[in-house]
């Protein structure tokens, strides 16, 4: 596994492994926004996928992590907790307040702007062992802010598989109680556990996986835990 530091550095307009700062999508690609209320989401991370993360996406390829500023829930489509398929455009069928996008390795540029709702820092990637356990029939990794490895599960797993026949594999995880720092000028998230924090679907462990066939950008999903 990697572990991920958020570290003391400002990231500008070119930096491309972030919590909030600019984001790097398609030319023309907008902003997603809120199926709920139509508000701009909020950049809370994004990273370049590196070969030795060794996790099964193309190396190069974009992750990014995007969430609506007032409406902060876990994902709810039931069929991430529970033994049934995921439905045919998955990525339409939960609530819509957030958004996860891996872009393969393309052209992607930044459109300059730094996210108004995150403090910009550059991310840090560390390798290091991690301690494995056996939790009834699956492995438990640890808790960490990481990139591959063994997820941190706590009282299940995420054992999907994605319309197009592709697995759906670990990228990342938050860790439960994870707070982004958020920029003087944003106002209060609803329902953090911070005033000057914005959380990620409610502080939760947040898991995140996608189709290791890359058959989509859109193809990534989230769960959550506690």
């Not at 957030?98 to 390798?127: C, H, M, V, W």
């Not at 598989?161 to 759906?168: A, I, K, N, R, S």
């Not at 959380?199 to 189709?211: E, P, S, T």
């Amino acid at each position: 596994m990697h572990l991920v530091t958020v570290t003391d550095t400002n990231a500008d307009a070119n930096c491309r492994d972030t919590v909030g700062g600019s984001l790097f999508m398609p030319p023309g690609k907008p902003v997603p926004r809120c199926r709920i209320c139509d508000a701009k989401m909020v950049l809370f991370f994004q990273f370049d996928v590196r070969s030795r993360f060794e996790i099964p996406f193309k190396e190069g390829s974009h992750l990014l992590v995007f969430m609506c500023p007032t409406h902060n829930e876990p994902p709810s489509l039931p069929s991430i907790y529970d033994n049934s398929p995921l439905p045919e455009s998955y990525w339409d069928a939960d609530d819509g307040h957030f958004s996860l996008l891996l872009f393969p390795p393309t052209e992607l540029k930044s459109n300059g702007q730094l996210d108004a709702y995150i403090a910009p820092y550059s991310l840090a990637f560390e390798r290091s062992q991690e301690e494995i356990q056996d939790f009834d029939d699956f492995k438990v990794g640890s808790y960490d802010f990481k990139i591959g490895g063994v997820p941190g599960w706590m009282n299940y797993r995420i054992a999907k598989q994605c319309t197009c026949g592709g697995e759906m594999s670990f990228i990342c995880q938050t860790p439960d109680g994870f707070g982004f720092k958020q920029t003087t000028n944003a106002p209060e998230q609803p329902d953090s556990f911070s005033s000057s924090e914005y959380c990620l679907f409610l502080g939760n462990q947040v898991y995140i996986l996608a189709c290791n066939r890359q058959c989509d950008p859109r193809a990534v999903i989230a769960g959550c835990d506690n």
